[in-house]
């Protein structure tokens, strides 16, 4: 009986002057970019809490891998969500602007956080 091939979405790799690379998925189902519209309008009391929440949904939904500059790359869903907890302020900065700039080049209708 021959197996399923289920289609991959492609993926782009985003560097850092510091030796890190994000990996990120080129496809989002459209359940989930309802979902991301729901969480970036957000709680109207707190932007900035819908802000910080829509880019951590953004990082569980797209992240695939990110090698860390020195360490083994992580690809587990849970660990990839705690590392990005982790990360420094320049770590942080460096990922939303990684955000940004995926979500400009491959998904433009999409309001970036």
Do not use: C
Not at 9 to 30: I, K
Not at 42 to 71: Q, Y
């Amino acid at each position: 009986m021959a197996k399923k091939s289920r289609l991959k979405a492609p993926e782009f790799s985003y560097g850092d002057p510091a030796d890190s690379v994000l990996v990120l998925r080129g496809s989002m189902t459209p359940a989930t970019r309802l979902q991301y519209a729901e969480v970036v309008g957000g709680n109207i009391l707190s932007r900035e809490d819908a802000w910080h929440r829509a880019v951590e949904f953004l990082f569980e939904r797209l992240v695939v891998r990110w090698e860390v500059a020195g360490t083994p790359p992580i690809a587990k869903q849970k660990e990839l969500l705690a590392r990005y907890r982790f990360a420094s302020q320049d770590e942080r900065v460096w990922i939303r602007g990684v955000l940004r700039e995926h979500l400009a080049e491959h998904f433009p209708e999409m309001q970036a956080p």
